[in-house]
């Protein structure tokens, strides 16, 4: 049994799809239920024992400290976090709340929980913390990769807590001899994503006729990988990774925004019937650049490749067709989640920029 925190979000849901399928081991999955939570993500699961959904906040001690008790989880992985850099530019306040004050609660817990375990299952014990190549800052165009000893210099809100709450998992494995293992991945994309981000977002509107936005010139480059690949890699991290080390994963794919919002044009072009406009790319709009916007993101992915073997298995050629078939095969799963909230979020805030 082990806990996995915030899985009704992107990556947590893939992880729990990709972990029941691949381990059968059985798991619990506690989260909020934000606007980015979404209990339809796990739909496939419904009637599954092996699945128990919990609806709380990583911040919770009380409920923590009971669920740690009941379910004797062998590991805890924390995907929980409010993860929007817009948003956190906007209301930088439940980005400290939850990424640094809950993630400092959960440690809290999960130290409590382990010093009452015992022999093998002491030993065995990880907690696995979810992390960004954001924390690193930004790159320039000829800098080497973020490698594991890059050192810290987050620039929004968003990635300072993020920062935070890796220095607080640190720090836990330093003085209390706490297991845990941190990841730092680059930018995901895949199924499941909530259409605030880029790529989601861009088949979105392009499906509806809307414009494309880009910000600034198009020219901030991402790594991007295919959710399933760092799902994955944390699974490798979590079952090999030695405690108390970082691992960096990245599908060694950079980009600019401009090259990734003309692949799906491309595609969608090919794979989409009865779109409002042909070519895509006639779409296309530059809106004004995200304040302090990060210029370049890479991964430097040798220290996990060399180690745990774990390398990804999607090209972003590969990735980017899977996920825009996702996105036209479930178009009701997009139209569900524009939720009041999240469609009054972006009349308010990001149709002004
Ligand atoms: P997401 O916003 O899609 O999902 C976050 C989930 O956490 C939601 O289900 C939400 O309800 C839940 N949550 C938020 N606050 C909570 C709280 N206080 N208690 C319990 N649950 C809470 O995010 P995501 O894109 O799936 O990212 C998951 C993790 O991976 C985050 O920690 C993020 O920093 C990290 N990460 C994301 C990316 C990316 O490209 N999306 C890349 C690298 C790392």
Known sequence: MILVTGGAGFIGANFILDWLNQSGEALINLDKLTYAGNRANLASLEGDERHQFVQGDIGDTELLR???????????????????????????????????????????????????LNGANKTAFRFLHVSTDEVYGSLGASDPAFSETTAYAPNSPYSASKAASDHLVRAYHHTYGLPVLTTNCSNNYGPYQ?????????????????????????????????VSDHCAAIRAVLERGKTGETYNIGGCNEKTNLQVVKTICTLLDEMSTGSPVVPHEQLITFVADR???????????????????????????????????????????????????????????????
Not at 298 to 303: L, P, Q, R, V, W
Not at 326 to 333: I, P
Request: overall charge negative; hydrophobic content about 35%.
């Open 66 to 116: 009971q669920l740690l008790q009941d379910y004797q989880p062998r590991a805890v992985v924390n995907f929980a976090a409010e993860s929007h850099v817009d948003r956190s530019i906007l209301g930088p306040a439940e980005f400290i709340e939850t990424n640094v004050l809950g993630s400092f609660h959960l440690l809290e817990a999960v130290r409590s929980y382990w010093n009452g």
């Open 194 to 226: 909530f259409p605030e981000k880029l790529i989601p977002l861009v088949i979105h509107n392009a499906l509806a006729g809307k414009p494309l936005p880009i910000y600034g010139d198009g020219s901030n480059v991402r790594d991007w990988l295919y």
């Open 291 to 353: 304040p302090g916007h990060d210029q370049r993101y890479a991964i430097d992915a040798g220290k996990i490749e060399r180690e745990l073997g774990w390398s990804p298995r999607e090209t972003f050629e590969s990735g980017m067709r899977k996920t825009v078939a996702w996105y036209l095969d479930n178009q009701h799963w997009v139209a569900n989640v524009q939720s009041g909230d999240y469609r009054q979020w972006m009349e308010t805030n990001y149709n002004e920029r």
